[in-house]
C-alpha cells in the first residue's frame, strides 16, 4: 500500500497550491480519502473528507470555502486544492485512505504560506 503525496512547497500569503495524492495496492475506489495536516507543535487535524464514491464532502472550519477536495476514481487520486492561502495553514499536509478498521497514511507534503 502507497499514499503518495505531491505539490506542497512556498506560498505567498493569499497564493494557491494544489495538493494531490497517488494511491496503490489497494481498491481506491471503495476507501473514503482525507487530507490531514500538522503543524509544528502541534496537533494532526483534520481538513477535508470525500466519500468513497466522491459525492459528499466534509471540511474543517477553518477552511470551508477556500479549499476543496476532490478525487478521480479512474487515476487512484485524491486532490486538495487550497486557495486564499495563510500563514496559519503552514503545516504538513497528509493523505488518508479509510475502509472501516483499515487505515493508511502517505508521509506528507509541507506546505508553507509566507506572510
Known amino acids: 500500500v502507497q499514499l503518495v503525496e505531491s505539490g506542497g512547497g512556498l506560498v505567498q500569503l493569499g497564493g494557491s497550491l494544489r495538493l494531490s495524492c497517488a494511491a496503490s495496492?489497494?481498491?481506491?475506489?471503495?476507501?473514503?480519502m482525507s487530507w490531514y495536516r500538522q503543524a509544528p507543535g502541534k496537533e494532526r487535524e483534520l481538513v477535508a473528507v470525500?466519500?468513497?464514491?466522491?459525492?459528499?464532502?466534509n471540511y474543517a472550519d477553518s477552511v470551508k470555502g477556500r479549499f476543496t477536495i476532490s478525487r478521480d476514481n479512474a487515476k487512484n487520486s485524491v486532490y486538495l486544492q487550497m486557495n486564499s492561502l495563510k500563514p496559519e495553514d503552514t503545516a504538513v499536509y497528509h493523505c488518508?485512505?479509510?475502509?472501516?478498521?483499515?487505515?493508511?497514511w502517505g508521509q506528507g507534503t509541507p506546505v508553507t504560506v509566507s506572510s
Open positions: 470525500i466519500n468513497s464514491g466522491g459525492g459528499s464532502t
Open positions: 488518508n485512505a479509510r475502509l472501516g478498521a483499515l487505515n493508511y
Open positions: 495496492g489497494f481498491t481506491f475506489s471503495l476507501y473514503a
